[in-house]
């Protein structure tokens, strides 16, 4: 059963066009993330949100805005990608317990023509 | 400065013999360490975390890791490897009392017919 869903699963968007990603979950956690993932490397944080309290990273550049309107989505919103933000996009979702492991999507891979 | 370092790049292994996948740690207080895994093309998956108890925590698809404090280590093992375990492997922990993952630089093992 899926339980964190990213939609699309590829996204093509141009050089300055606003992309938006989509995330939602069935688990009805309460801690929501958004990594941003570039060849095989270690998922960076780019935000997170606990409940409606909103955890922005300090190098998240201010190119990435997200949303969460209820408990179960969150949207990444890239309002001028660059060729630079080309990557994948993983959401993932907690319980807001530290012992709890972290859900992870299947990810969104971001092309930037 | 809190970090997770895995320093092997690259683990290749026979199918059927058994694989060592290496993490150290170092986090202020109690340690919350987990094992992911992630296929091509694909999010992260969890495999196994050790918040306290028994130092020796199994976890999915025969996986295991052994948490040693002396050594602020945490390895991911197996005992006999599979070709389908040919992944990209990551060890994380919480940061601090956030809900924030520290990660490893991820190690790609191979495992070879």
């Given at each position: 059963d899926a339980m964190v869903i990213q939609n699309p699963r590829y996204q093509v968007t141009q050089f300055g066009k606003p992309?938006?990603?989509?995330?939602?979950?069935?688990?009805?956690?309460?801690?929501?993330?958004?990594?941003?993932?570039?060849?095989?490397?270690?998922?960076k944080l780019l935000f997170h949100y606990y409940d409606k309290d909103f955890n922005n990273e300090a190098d998240t550049p201010d190119n990435f805005q997200s949303r969460r309107p209820n408990t179960s989505f969150c949207f990444l919103d890239i309002r001028s990608p660059g060729l630079g933000d080309a990557a994948m996009y993983l959401c993932a979702t907690s319980r807001g317990d530290r012992g709890y492991e972290q859900y992870f999507g299947p990810g969104t891979r971001l092309t930037v023509t | 400065a809190q970090s997770v370092a895995q320093p092997e790049d690259q683990?290749?292994?026979?199918?059927?013999?058994p694989l060592t996948v290496k993490c150290t740690y170092s986090v202020s207080g109690n340690p919350y360490l987990f094992w992911y895994v992630q296929y091509p093309n694909r999010g992260l998956q969890f495999?196994?975390?050790y918040i306290t108890g028994d130092n020796l925590v199994k976890g999915s698809y025969g996986f295991e890791a052994e948490f040693n404090k002396?050594?602020?280590s945490f390895h991911l093992k197996k005992p006999s490897a599979l070709v389908s375990d040919s992944a990209l492997y990551f060890c994380a922990a919480y940061m601090d009392s956030s809900?924030?993952?520290i990660f490893g630089s991820g190690t790609r093992l191979l495992v070879r017919p």
């Open positions: 992309v938006t990603l989509s995330c939602s979950q069935t688990l009805n956690h309460n801690v929501m993330y958004w990594y941003q993932q570039k060849s095989s490397q270690a998922p | 683990v290749n292994v026979a199918e059927g013999n495999l196994l975390k002396s050594q602020t809900y924030k993952l």
